[in-house]
């Protein structure tokens, strides 16, 4: 954290305050009508018209020379540079204008000339202090290397670090072409119950609270799954939440305990269906907000969304990644003996199928850099998704994999009440009250063949921002609280 070593610095601003409070001015109780921002005011001007303007912003950086300063301008649009002089403003004002500083938050006005330079900018003829800066921004941002500090202040790396700035902006545009692309394909979006009853819909560890007027515990929602369900029931046939979710597990560049995700279910559909979706979906975000679909990782290696994406079956990158073509056929005992020679932990606790799916999260998904739908995945791992008719040890599903990571999975959905009740006891096991009696019962009334999938916001921002950290996409990222 930045801790009081700058203590001359801010005794100066205080007294620079003090004393204007002492004059009967004080900044914290003024506004201005920003009719501008920097963007619009560049687009106004013209060669041939005396236009002005009125913008707002907090100064970032200050030229001062003599009798005529510029400085540069920072709102929400970018920036805008400012032309100061005292022959415009009055030797007053212009005294007054020096006593800014870096940081404060100012008001101006004036008609846009084009400098020597080619550069747009407004000459000032007014100005008003709207909010002081009592602390210096950070003069070396670009050079500091504490992530600690950039993670826990974000508000500081976005007014001076401009990727930080624009990568946030994506971020938001992304979010409203998912809704824009899922409204015009006649999904509804609703709202579900993040405080819930029995954590289902996933496989993760939730976090639990108390609800004193019901004297409850309740479950943090580890997935939206089984609520929009229920909507498909309802009559719902396309129907979307977008939201936070929350897992009490482990923080890692592709994991934070507070995330966002979407998941749609559209009836009459199934995980094809969905593989459709996802892809116009991305190829939509592609041309309305990137305008390219070849990205850069952070290593240098590209990506190309455009074009046919590859298919392959779990069971065939599994052998691909062993070398092992009756890896499938292998003990259990054969197969954690593998794990040791390939370099993978496997717990010799875990269900055949774990040592399987640890392979997998660690030889398969890092090295899937393209596109790839992972099909055809063990039953074991969804218990939520039809099993294949041709092979019922096996689900009609897909992991849609980029970046090395897992983008959205996507199932046909189950909707078998007494194929989901079977699947639901095996999985809880002896923790019977685990169950979620309340979704089964919803099941018995009919829900439609449907696709449904879910997409990690985070995780498909770390793609399309070319990010290099789950942190780098979320404002604010999960961190250790401070101690005294």
Same mark, same amino acid.
């Given at each position: 954290?930045?801790?009081?070593?700058?203590?001359?610095?801010?005794?100066?601003?205080?007294?620079?305050?003090?004393?204007?409070?002492?004059?009967?001015?004080?900044?914290?109780?003024?506004?201005?009508?920003?009719?501008?921002?920097?963007?619009?005011?560049?687009?106004?001007?013209?060669?041939?018209?005396?236009?002005?303007?009125?913008?707002?912003?907090?100064?970032?950086?200050?030229?001062?020379?003599?009798?005529?300063?510029?400085?540069?301008?920072?709102?929400?649009?970018?920036?805008?540079?400012?032309?100061?002089?005292?022959?415009?403003?009055?030797?007053?004002?212009?005294?007054?204008?020096?006593?800014?500083?870096?940081?404060?938050?100012?008001?101006?006005?004036?008609?846009?000339?084009?400098?020597?330079?080619?550069?747009?900018?407004?000459?000032?003829?007014?100005?008003?202090?709207?909010?002081?800066?009592?602390?210096?921004? $950070?003069?070396?941002?670009?050079?500091?290397?504490?992530?600690?500090?950039?993670?826990?202040?974000?508000?500081?790396?976005?007014?001076?670090?401009?990727?930080?700035?624009?990568?946030?902006?994506?971020?938001?545009?992304?979010?409203?072409?998912?809704?824009?692309?899922?409204?015009?394909?006649?999904?509804?979006?609703?709202?579900?119950?993040?405080?819930?009853?029995? $954590?289902?819909?996933?496989?993760?560890?939730?976090?639990?609270?108390?609800?004193?007027?019901?004297?409850?515990?309740?479950?943090?929602?580890?997935?939206?799954?089984?609520?929009?369900?229920?909507?498909?029931?309802?009559?719902?046939?396309?129907?979307?939440?977008?939201?936070?979710?929350?897992?009490?597990?482990?923080?890692?560049?592709?994991?934070?305990?507070?995330?966002?995700?979407?998941?749609?279910?559209?009836?009459?559909?199934?995980?094809?269906?969905?593989?459709?979706?996802?892809?116009?979906?991305?190829?939509?975000?592609?041309?309305?907000?990137?305008?390219?679909?070849?990205?850069?990782?952070?290593?240098?290696?590209?990506?190309?969304?455009?074009?046919?994406?590859?298919?392959?079956?779990?069971?065939?990158?599994?052998?691909?990644?062993?070398?092992?073509?009756?890896?499938?056929?292998?003990?259990?005992?054969?197969?954690?003996?593998?794990?040791?020679?390939?370099?993978?932990?496997?717990? $010799?606790?875990?269900?055949?199928?774990?040592?399987?799916?640890?392979?997998?999260?660690?030889?398969?998904?890092?090295?899937?850099?393209?596109?790839?739908?992972?099909?055809?995945?063990?039953?074991?791992?969804?218990?939520?998704?039809?099993?294949?008719?041709?092979?019922?040890?096996?689900?009609?599903?897909?992991?849609?994999?980029?970046?090395?990571?897992?983008?959205?999975?996507?199932?046909?959905?189950?909707?078998?009440?007494?194929?989901?009740?079977?699947?639901?006891?095996?999985?809880?096991?002896?923790?019977?009250?685990?169950?979620?009696?309340?979704?089964?019962?919803?099941?018995?009334?009919?829900?439609? $063949?449907?696709?449904?999938?879910?997409?990690?916001?985070?995780?498909?921002?770390?793609?399309?921002?070319?990010?290099?950290?789950?942190?780098?996409?979320?404002?604010?990222?999960?961190?250790?609280?401070?101690?005294?």
């Amino acid at each position: 954290m930045q801790e009081d070593d700058n203590s001359e610095l801010l005794a100066v601003r205080r007294n620079k305050l003090a004393e204007m409070r002492s004059e009967g001015f004080d900044p914290f109780r003024q506004n201005w009508d920003q009719q501008y921002t920097s963007a619009q005011a560049k687009k106004l001007f013209s060669d041939n018209d005396d236009i002005e303007v009125s913008v707002a912003g907090r100064i970032v950086a200050y030229r001062l020379m003599g009798k005529a300063s510029f400085i540069k301008l920072l709102d929400r649009d970018g920036h805008i540079q400012l032309y100061i002089s005292q022959d415009d403003i009055g030797e007053d004002e212009y005294r007054n204008f020096k006593k800014l500083d870096i940081g404060d938050i100012i008001g101006a006005k004036g008609k846009l000339f084009k400098t020597k330079t080619g550069e747009i900018t407004v000459r000032v003829d007014g100005f008003r202090l709207l909010a002081k800066s009592m602390r210096p921004l $950070p003069e070396k941002w670009h050079g500091l290397t504490d992530d600690e500090q950039i993670y826990r202040q974000r508000y500081l790396d976005l007014i001076v670090n401009q990727e930080s700035r624009a990568r946030a902006f994506k971020r938001t545009e992304i979010l409203k072409e998912i809704r824009k692309f899922l409204w015009s394909r006649e999904f509804t979006e609703v709202e579900t119950p993040m405080l819930q009853n029995i $954590p289902g819909g996933a496989a993760a560890k939730p976090f639990m609270t108390h609800m004193n007027v019901l004297d409850h515990d309740f479950y943090l929602r580890i997935s939206l799954e089984l609520f929009l369900k229920r909507m498909l029931v309802a009559g719902f046939d396309r129907v979307f939440e977008l939201g936070r979710v929350f897992r009490n597990e482990g923080l890692s560049r592709k994991h934070n305990p507070e995330f966002t995700m979407i998941e749609l279910y559209q009836a009459y559909s199934d995980h094809r269906g969905m593989m459709d979706l996802i892809y116009d979906l991305i190829q939509h975000l592609c041309k309305t907000v990137l305008g390219k679909t070849k990205l850069t990782r952070y290593d240098g290696k590209e990506i190309e969304l455009s074009g046919k994406w590859r298919e392959e079956t779990y069971g065939n990158l599994v052998i691909e990644a062993t070398k092992d073509g009756h890896w499938f056929s292998r003990t259990k005992e054969e197969k954690l003996k593998a794990c040791k020679e390939l370099g993978v932990e496997a717990n $010799p606790d875990q269900e055949d199928y774990e040592i399987t799916d640890d392979v997998f999260g660690k030889l398969v998904e890092p090295n899937l850099i393209q596109p790839t739908f992972v099909l055809e995945l063990p039953k074991e791992l969804c218990p939520l998704a039809k099993l294949n008719q041709k092979n019922p040890k096996l689900l009609d599903v897909f992991e849609l994999c980029i970046n090395g990571q897992e983008i959205a999975p996507s199932y046909s959905e189950q909707n078998d009440p007494f194929i989901q009740r079977e699947m639901f006891e095996a999985q809880v096991g002896e923790e019977i009250q685990n169950l979620d009696n309340e979704f089964l019962l919803a099941l018995e009334y009919g829900m439609p $063949p449907a696709g449904g999938m879910g997409i990690g916001i985070d995780r498909l921002v770390i793609l399309l921002a070319e990010a290099d950290n789950i942190r780098d996409t979320i404002l604010y990222p999960t961190l250790k609280p401070l101690t005294d």
